[in-house]
């Protein structure tokens, strides 16, 4: 007997459970996202056929090869990336928390990247051979400082939130106060680059990101295994052999990793992480976040919402974090209302 809505899937001496609902919709999250990244390698100043698009995709000769392959496409790449890795993140870290509002850029983890990342720039380290490395440290940092304050002999999601939400705060204070003590031209660029912005960037960001999540992988199959045991309640994970505490340390650690590698490479993208994994939810109607769908979705937010804010106000060009903002903003206000429904008003 297999689990309501699963379907068991052999191949040679192995076996896999899968949500047969979750398996249709990501198989519509990649059509739409192979959509939308053709849309994008298409729309700009110069609008590109998609025939050209696919031939320069292809390898094959195109006059359209600087547009498409030199300009837009690294852009796109990184794109995809920064939103896959926001979105497993998410899912990952509101997996542990056990909260909706648990997202890298709600609690915390994002700004203690960015605070430890503009302070490098505005010391006057800005490879992005080196950013990356820093923002990991210093979401590692911000994610131990909020467990740490939100531990009494347990780890209450309510809490942990209202913490997270302290140190977001205070960090991006502390962040805005480096940026004063820096030259004016490093404080512009870390502006931008604290908004969450695309605009410039290129293989130079894309390739390490790229093969930093391709060996994050193995990591990433683990957390989908080991994610189910948090759907059930401690009591019966406990009966059922599962460590829980190893198992959060993992998935959150992961996710930690995950959302800071994404802001150094773009800044902090704000509610990705927030918006990818609840729509995907509930679009799959799992009792756990499903991570693929997440990261197809969390790629499909950055790229619509990067294509948007290169032709909205064109010639100019906005940051993505404006676009994911102003759609992330209303959704944070409509679950803080929802939740707070379901308890009655209760804080």
């Not at 031939?55 to 498409?68: F, H, T, Y």
């Not at 992480?273 to 799992?286: D, E, K």
Request: positive net charge; proline residues 4%.
């Amino acid at each position: 007997m297999t689990a309501a809505g699963h379907v068991v899937v052999r191949g040679g001496r192995g076996s896999l459970l899968v949500h047969g609902r979750a398996v249709a919709v990501a198989g519509a999250l990649a059509a739409l996202l192979a959509a939308v990244s053709v849309a994008y390698l298409c729309v700009g100043e110069a609008f590109v056929a998609p025939g050209e698009v696919l031939n320069v995709l292809a390898g094959r000769p195109s006059p359209d090869e600087l547009v498409v392959g030199t300009l837009r496409l690294p852009r796109l790449v990184l794109g995809l990336l920064v939103g896959a890795a926001f979105g497993v993140a998410g899912a990952l870290i509101q997996t542990v928390a056990r909260n909706p509002l648990a997202s890298p850029d709600i609690i915390g983890i994002s700004q203690g990247a960015g605070a430890l990342t503009v302070g490098a720039m505005t010391f006057g380290v800005t490879s992005f051979a080196v950013l990356p490395y820093l923002s990991v440290a210093g979401g590692i940092a911000a994610s131990v400082l909020v467990y740490l304050f939100a531990w009494r002999g347990g780890l209450h999601a309510t809490r942990f939130v209202l913490i997270g939400i302290g140190f977001a705060i205070a960090l991006r204070s502390v962040t805005h106060l480096l940026m004063t003590k820096g030259d004016y031209l490093v404080a512009q660029q870390a502006q931008i680059w604290m908004t969450g912005s695309l605009n410039g960037r290129g293989w130079d960001e894309a390739a390490p990101l790229g093969w930093t999540l391709l060996a994050l992988v193995p990591c990433v199959l683990w957390a989908a295994r080991a994610q189910r045991a948090m759907a059930l309640d401690d009591d019966t994970a406990t009966a059922l052999g599962v460590r829980l505490g190893r198992v959060r340390l993992g998935l959150g650690l992961l996710g930690v990793v995950l959302a800071s590698l994404a802001t150094g490479a773009a800044g902090p993208v704000d509610f990705v992480a927030l918006l990818a994994p609840q729509i995907a939810r509930r679009l799959t109607r799992g009792a756990q976040i499903p991570l693929l769908c997440s990261a197809l979705l969390g790629a499909v937010v950055v790229v619509t919402a990067d294509l948007l804010a290169r032709r909205l106000f064109a010639p100019a060009e906005l940051p993505v974090g404006v676009l994911t903002a102003a759609v992330g903003a209303p959704y944070l206000i409509w679950l803080i209302v929802r939740s707070r429904g379901r308890t009655g008003g209760k804080a």
